[in-house]
């Protein structure tokens, strides 16, 4: 069975860091691009972040940009995201979702958050207040 799993959500006062998990069961992430997306309550699904795993390119939303990371381990197969200064507006639940990709990387960065998905996690919940 194939299936995207996040984790590392929870409670955390404005300034602090969180760190997501999206690891990958039944296949691997190595051919894969991989996104992160939110979704806040009565908001639209945002993308936040993606990374092609071929060649490491990255992307960030410019919400996100200089205080969110993300990195991939190939042994655990697994997708990171760390965030850092976070604000309440951050406070949403997180997906992240993979596709097989077999362009560039570069080409990935500028399509990732338009680009269909063919697999999706079950989100984890990120809040953050004081």
């Known amino acids: 069975q194939l299936q995207l799993v996040e984790s590392g959500g929870g409670l955390v006062q404005p300034g602090g860091s969180l760190r997501l998990s999206c690891a990958a069961s039944?296949?691997?992430?190595?051919?894969?691009?991989i996104g992160w997306f939110r979704q806040a309550p009565g908001k639209e699904r945002e993308g936040v972040s993606c990374i092609f795993r071929g060649d490491g390119s990255t992307s960030y939303a410019e919400s996100v940009k200089g205080r969110f990371i993300i990195s991939k381990n190939s042994v655990k197969n697994t997708v990171y995201l760390q965030m850092n200064s976070l604000t309440p507006e951050d406070t949403a639940v997180y997906y992240c979702?993979?596709?097989?990709?077999?362009?560039?990387?570069?080409?990935?960065?500028?399509?990732?958050?338009?680009?269909?998905?063919?697999?999706w996690g079950q989100g984890t919940q990120v809040t953050v207040s004081s």
């Open positions: 979702a993979a596709v097989p990709w077999y362009y560039s990387g570069t080409y990935y960065s500028s399509v990732c958050y338009t680009t269909p998905y063919d697999y």
């Open positions: 039944g296949f691997t992430l190595d051919n894969y691009a």
